[in-house]
């Protein structure tokens, strides 16, 4: 399984907005691609600089289904954040490979 890991900084006047735009517009439209298994939000709990920070976890099942994802979809869906918050995020991505998971 691979997870893709998306660690997003917003300014704390564009949290709220952005958290509810996340979960009525963004990952849903992530999700409609059919690439991902599930998704999570985790708010990183030490803060620097007054931004909160927070990771956004997409699973899928391979790295073929990651990259079909990247080559037909990434680029329209990241362009669409950049510009609704021009300026008020910072975003780094990571791909991680799960080699264990005790349920």
Known sequence: MII???????DKEMEKTWIDWMKSTHIPDVMNTGMFLDCKISRVLAEEMGDH??????????MKTYEQYSEQFATKLQTEHSKKFAGKFAAFRTLLEVVYSHE
Not at 4 to 10: K, M, P, Q
């Open 53 to 62: 920070t927070y990771a956004i976890q997409y699973s899928c099942k391979d």
């Open 4 to 10: 893709y890991n998306v660690t997003i900084s917003i």
